[in-house]
């Protein structure tokens, strides 16, 4: 059947795309779009942003997934999935890559995790990317009934959900896979399906955690990425997750390197100073913390990210109704980066 709007899936041959292989040079920056629909979002808005950014040449959409509205109790119209949204955007697009930054592991039990994520690759031809994290926000875990426990357990959760999702994806069709762990078990798995993309579909992983986070990262990921995180603080984690691939025999060139920055552009300030008036922060503010002002400048500041290794940027986009923000980026920053 044609989805809505008369988009298919790509096809099923497609090729995951590596950020290895395509951006092996320092400087060739890719530019990705990621929003944060648990501040009032609904699926059209999403979709409508999601076919913006396709249109307008970004190689990504990426989502949040929480479930509560940060800074208040509303968030009207109320919390999307991020898995069911990304399916519908899998049928209702055709070459942008999907994914999640990050997937809570409170939030879902690995095996049907595994699943989830697989069908979507699927009904998208292959333009998943999967990032998940611990879980970090306790209110929303309290308002919908969602364990939540210390972190400390939350991160041997997530270790044993990485070993169970890329175990059930790479085990030979044909076979059983089986697991035995502190928090989960799994017998006999058909460790069905596969996705479509081989040997599976990157994994994301990500934060400022000194110990853990590059341990994890280093065994488990293909890339590593910091949100809302300064150049200086970019370079001492990336050094971090370098030096535990090396503990571990790993060419950290395997990787693919990103951050997450929130994104306020403007052809002039008048126009920088509305849209941060839009999401409730200050020019000045998102100049020193995130991707704000002319073009020129947000193309100065990814330049100092590329220099410390970054070779992605995700644009944290607040304001989901002002389309005109992606387009002038793309018309504007995309050539220079």
Same mark, same amino acid.
């Given at each position: 059947?044609?989805?809505?709007?008369?988009?298919?899936?790509?096809?099923?041959?497609?090729?995951?795309?590596?950020?290895?292989?395509?951006?092996?040079?320092?400087?060739? #920056?890719?530019?990705? $779009?990621?929003?944060?629909?648990?501040?009032?979002?609904?699926?059209?808005?999403?979709?409508?942003?999601?076919?913006?950014?396709?249109?307008?040449?970004?190689?990504?959409?990426?989502?949040?997934? /929480?479930?509560?509205?940060?800074?208040?109790?509303?968030?009207?119209?109320?919390? @999307?999935?991020?898995?069911?949204?990304?399916?519908?955007?899998?049928?209702?697009?055709?070459?942008?890559?999907?994914?999640?930054?990050?997937?809570?592991?409170?939030? =879902?039990?690995?095996?049907?995790?595994?699943?989830? $994520?697989?069908? *979507?690759?699927? #009904?998208?031809?292959?333009? $998943?990317?999967?990032?998940?994290?611990?879980?970090?926000?306790?209110?929303? /875990?309290?308002?919908?009934?969602? +364990?939540?426990?210390?972190?400390? %357990?939350?991160?041997?959760?997530?270790?044993?959900?990485?070993?169970?999702?890329?175990?059930?994806?790479?085990?030979?069709?044909?076979?059983?896979?089986?697991?035995?762990? &502190?928090?989960?078990?799994?017998?006999?798995?058909?460790?069905?399906? &596969?996705?479509?993309?081989?040997? =599976?579909?990157? *994994?994301?992983?990500?934060?400022?955690?000194? &110990?853990? @986070?590059?341990?994890?990262?280093?065994?488990?990921?293909? %890339?590593?990425?910091?949100?809302?995180?300064?150049?200086?603080?970019?370079?001492?984690?990336?050094?971090?997750?370098?030096?535990? !691939?090396?503990?571990?025999?790993?060419?950290?060139?395997?990787? !693919?390197?990103?951050?997450?920055?929130?994104? !306020? !552009?403007?052809?002039?300030?008048?126009?920088?100073? =509305?849209?941060?008036?839009?999401?409730?922060?200050?020019?000045?503010?998102?100049?020193?913390?995130?991707?704000?002002?002319? +073009?020129?400048?947000?193309?100065?500041?990814?330049?100092?990210?590329?220099?410390?290794?970054?070779?992605?940027?995700?644009?944290?986009?607040?304001?989901?109704?002002?389309?005109? /923000?992606?387009?002038?980026?793309?018309?504007?920053?995309?050539? /220079?980066?």
């Amino acid at each position: 059947m044609t989805p809505v709007g008369g988009r298919g899936p790509a096809p099923a041959h497609r090729d995951p795309v590596r950020c290895a292989r395509r951006l092996p040079m320092l400087g060739s #920056m890719e530019l990705r $779009v990621f929003t944060e629909p648990q501040q009032g979002a609904s699926y059209d808005q999403l979709l409508a942003v999601a076919r913006c950014a396709e249109d307008a040449g970004y190689a990504a959409f990426f989502r949040s997934d /929480h479930y509560l509205k940060m800074g208040g109790v509303s968030g009207e119209p109320g919390p @999307t999935d991020a898995w069911t949204t990304l399916a519908g955007l899998a049928r209702e697009t055709s070459r942008i890559r999907l994914g999640t930054l990050m997937t809570a592991a409170t939030f =879902r039990l690995p095996g049907p995790l595994a699943i989830t $994520v697989a069908q *979507v690759d699927a #009904m998208s031809g292959g333009r $998943v990317e999967f990032g998940v994290g611990t879980g970090w926000f306790e209110a929303e /875990h309290q308002a919908y009934g969602i +364990p939540f426990p210390p972190l400390a %357990e939350r991160f041997d959760r997530l270790e044993e959900q990485l070993a169970v999702i890329t175990g059930l994806w790479r085990t030979p069709a044909g076979e059983t896979f089986d697991f035995s762990g &502190k928090y989960y078990t799994l017998t006999g798995s058909p460790a069905l399906p &596969k996705p479509v993309q081989s040997p =599976r579909p990157p *994994v994301l992983l990500g934060g400022m955690g000194a &110990k853990r @986070t590059p341990r994890l990262a280093a065994r488990f990921a293909d %890339e590593f990425n910091l949100p809302f995180v300064a150049v200086d603080d970019t370079a001492a984690q990336f050094g971090r997750v370098r030096d535990a !691939c090396a503990a571990i025999g790993r060419d950290p060139a395997e990787l !693919c390197w990103s951050n997450a920055l929130v994104l !306020c !552009c403007g052809r002039n300030d008048a126009e920088v100073r =509305r849209r941060a008036e839009a999401i409730g922060r200050d020019p000045d503010e998102l100049r020193e913390n995130g991707l704000a002002g002319s +073009p020129a400048e947000i193309v100065d500041t990814i330049g100092r990210y590329a220099t410390v290794g970054s070779q992605r940027i995700y644009l944290q986009v607040l304001d989901l109704a002002d389309l005109d /923000h992606l387009d002038l980026v793309a018309a504007e920053v995309m050539p /220079h980066v």
